[in-house]
Structures are given as structure tokens and as C-alpha cells.
């Protein structure tokens, strides 16, 4: 079959560029995919016991003001522990307190009231970056609570790992590395990833989610587009609400912001 002529010479062009360091991509590969999502934790981990039961990809969870984020990747093994994996290209979007925002988001979603603190869950905030953005040089970084005047861990079973995605030696973690930033699935290291890359890059099926989604994207930033227009010309004074609102065919609620939404 001629994808380009079915599918688009842009849309397969722009296929063919994504590794699984782009969220969107990286996210539609685990999606719902309990081998891959195994396998990366127990890589970083180092653990092979681990047996994951659940994965949701672009999981959306709210904090108790109604603020709400986008997860990369959620899922909870046997034992009830909590993952979330990140994948970013820039600092900005690793930065420490976005960890730490997303670690408390966690608990308090699986949380309900009465519930007793010793049965919190386990978490692990688990974000893999394009570079060094903890800049020592190092392939993993483990943050944990610590006690400063004794140096024991704190164990409040709350943990934030940075992955350095600049890592190419020939460790697991290396290789794995390696896959998330390789484009050709021939070239991966890890079967189960280039596996799911191929069905994602050259099947009819896995090329026309691709283009669903890059479709849904497009849509997406042209509404924010619209918004933000329409925001900027109301804070102008060029034009009244009602008539920004007529023009761009937008509702009240569509020019809230977040902070407008959660209080």
C-alpha cells in the first residue's frame, strides 16, 4: 500500500520523525501496553519482579482546586504501587517542582476520606529527559526524603527519579536510552519497543492512530490559538467580549483561564 498517497506525504514524513521521546508518540506506544511499560520499569528500577497491572496513557488527574494535568504515562503494579513516567525534551518541563507537583497530585488522588496515612500507596514520579537537566553527569538520579541530621532515608515511600536520556553506554538503562531517542525501529535494541514502533510507523492500523491524533493536535492548538487571540483582544479594549466572543464563536467557559476554572 502507498501510505503517503492514503495517508499524506506530511503526515508520513512527520511519522517517520518521531522517537519515543516525543510525548505524543511515546504515549500512544504504551498506551495500554502492560510489556512495554514492564520493561521500562524494570530497567530503571532494576527490578524484574515488578508486575504491572494497569497502564493509561495521557491519564488526566485533578488536584483538590479542579486544576487538572495531563500524565504522560500512569499505571499501578500488583502491589498497588503508583507510577507516572514523564518524557521531556526541555527543561522546562522537568523542572523540580513540576516533579514534586506531580508526586502530590498522585497522593492525593489515591486517597479517600477515612483513609488511614500507614495505607498510602507507594509513587514513583519518573521523568526520562532529552538531557542532563539535574546536570551531574549522571545516567539516573534518585531523590528521596532524607532525615539531614542522621542522613537515614525519611521512608515515606514517596520517590522522584530523573532519567538521563544522554546515557549511551552499554547498560540496560544505556540501551534503553538509546531506544527512546532512535527513529528506525530496525535500529532498537529492545524487541518490545521496536516492535511497537514498527506497528506504529509502517501498519495501515498503527499509521492511521498516528494520523488520528496528530489530527486531534492540530485541532487542539488552533482552538488555544483562537483563545488566546480572543483573550489578547479583550484585554486590548479593541472590542467588547460579547462581540470577541460573537466573532470567534466562543462561550464564557471558554475564556476562563485555569485559575479562573479552579477558583
Same mark, same amino acid.
Given at each position: 500500500?502507498?501510505?503517503?498517497?492514503?495517508?499524506?506525504?506530511?503526515?508520513?514524513?512527520?511519522?517517520?520523525?518521531?522517537?519515543?521521546?516525543?510525548?505524543?508518540?511515546?504515549?500512544k506506544?504504551?498506551?495500554?501496553? @502492560?510489556?512495554?511499560? *514492564?520493561?521500562?520499569l524494570? &530497567? @530503571?528500577?532494576?527490578?524484574?519482579?515488578?508486575?504491572v497491572?494497569?497502564?493509561?496513557?495521557?491519564?488526566? !488527574?485533578?488536584?483538590?482546586?479542579?486544576?487538572?494535568?495531563?500524565?504522560?504515562?500512569?499505571?499501578?503494579?500488583?502491589?498497588?504501587?503508583?507510577?507516572?513516567?514523564?518524557?521531556?525534551?526541555?527543561?522546562?518541563?522537568?523542572?523540580?517542582?513540576?516533579a514534586? #507537583?506531580?508526586?502530590?497530585?498522585?497522593?492525593?488522588? &489515591?486517597?479517600?476520606? /477515612?483513609?488511614?496515612?500507614?495505607?498510602?500507596?507507594?509513587? #514513583?514520579? !519518573?521523568?526520562?529527559?532529552?538531557?542532563?537537566?539535574?546536570?551531574?553527569?549522571?545516567?539516573?538520579?534518585?531523590?528521596?526524603?532524607? &532525615?539531614?541530621?542522621?542522613?537515614? #532515608?525519611? /521512608?515515606?515511600?514517596?520517590? @522522584?527519579?530523573?532519567?538521563?536520556?544522554?546515557?549511551?553506554?552499554?547498560?540496560?538503562?544505556?540501551?534503553?536510552?538509546?531506544?527512546?531517542?532512535?527513529?528506525?525501529?530496525?535500529?532498537?535494541? #529492545?524487541?518490545?519497543?521496536?516492535?511497537?514502533?514498527?506497528?506504529?510507523? *509502517?501498519? *495501515?492500523?498503527?499509521?492511521?492512530?498516528?494520523?488520528? &491524533?496528530?489530527?486531534?493536535?492540530?485541532?487542539?492548538?488552533?482552538?488555544?490559538?483562537? !483563545?488566546?487571540?480572543?483573550?489578547?483582544?479583550?484585554?486590548?479594549?479593541?472590542m467588547?467580549?460579547?462581540?470577541?466572543?460573537?466573532?470567534?464563536?466562543?462561550?464564557?467557559?471558554?475564556?476562563?483561564?485555569?485559575?479562573?476554572?479552579?477558583?
Amino acid at each position: 500500500m502507498d501510505f503517503e498517497q492514503k495517508f499524506g506525504h506530511d503526515n508520513m514524513q512527520r511519522i517517520k520523525e518521531f522517537c519515543l521521546m516525543d510525548d505524543t508518540f511515546m504515549s500512544k506506544c504504551f498506551e495500554d501496553n @502492560i510489556e512495554c511499560t *514492564e520493561l521500562v520499569l524494570h &530497567i @530503571i528500577l532494576d527490578r524484574n519482579d515488578l508486575a504491572v497491572e494497569s497502564v493509561h496513557a495521557q491519564h488526566q !488527574i485533578c488536584s483538590l482546586q479542579g486544576r487538572s494535568i495531563v500524565l504522560d504515562i500512569y499505571a499501578v503494579d500488583s502491589a498497588g504501587k503508583r507510577y507516572n513516567i514523564e518524557v521531556q525534551r526541555s527543561y522546562d518541563g522537568a523542572v523540580t517542582k513540576r516533579a514534586r #507537583y506531580n508526586s502530590s497530585l498522585l497522593d492525593a488522588n &489515591i486517597t479517600n476520606a /477515612g483513609d488511614r496515612y500507614e495505607n498510602l500507596a507507594e509513587t #514513583y514520579v !519518573i521523568f526520562i529527559t532529552e538531557s542532563d537537566v539535574l546536570g551531574g553527569n549522571e545516567p539516573i538520579y534518585h531523590i528521596d526524603r532524607i &532525615i539531614r541530621e542522621t542522613g537515614k #532515608y525519611f /521512608g515515606d515511600e514517596s520517590h @522522584i527519579i530523573y532519567v538521563n536520556g544522554k546515557n549511551r553506554d552499554e547498560t540496560p538503562l544505556g540501551l534503553l536510552m538509546h531506544d527512546f531517542t532512535c527513529k528506525n525501529p530496525e535500529d532498537m535494541k #529492545y524487541s518490545k519497543l521496536a516492535e511497537r514502533t514498527k506497528f506504529l510507523k *509502517e501498519s *495501515e492500523k498503527g499509521v492511521a492512530s498516528m494520523c488520528r &491524533i496528530m489530527e486531534d493536535l492540530r485541532r487542539e492548538t488552533a482552538e488555544k490559538t483562537k !483563545i488566546e487571540m480572543a483573550r489578547k483582544i479583550i484585554l486590548s479594549g479593541e472590542m467588547s467580549e460579547d462581540k470577541v466572543k460573537k466573532m470567534f464563536g466562543l462561550s464564557d467557559d471558554d475564556l476562563k483561564t485555569d485559575e479562573d476554572k479552579a477558583s
